[in-house]
């Protein structure tokens, strides 16, 4: 499993559980089984972008805060199209720093 992959994977399932919704709900909004929702939140799943961008609407969250190694609650919106510099920024120096190490 990569790091990127285990990124995205425990934001989905934060973002999920702050919609209120069960695995099965999200399974049935991407067309896909509990178990790949399971593997996907676990991060043994590789990601494409068009992927990303339909669980991100789905779950009313901007794309970019699923890429984001932050602690802090992603933050449900209607405005999630726009991430803030701030969020791009904090995203770009992570991922810089662990494809240097």
Do not use: W, Y
Not at 12 to 37: M, T, V, Y
Not at 41 to 50: K, T
């Amino acid at each position: 499993m990569n790091e990127i992959n285990r990124i995205i994977g425990i934001n989905i399932k934060r973002a999920r559980e702050a919609n209120g919704l069960k695995q099965d709900a999200l399974a049935r909004g991407l067309k896909c089984s509990k178990p790949a929702i399971s593997m996907m939140e676990s991060g043994q799943i590789d990601f494409s972008i068009s992927r990303i961008e339909k669980i991100a609407s789905i779950l009313n969250v901007d794309t970019f805060s699923l890429f984001s190694a932050s602690k802090q609650t992603i933050n449900i919106n209607s405005n999630r199209n726009h991430a803030s510099p701030d969020l791009i920024s904090e995203i770009i120096t992570e991922l810089c720093n662990r494809l240097s190490r």
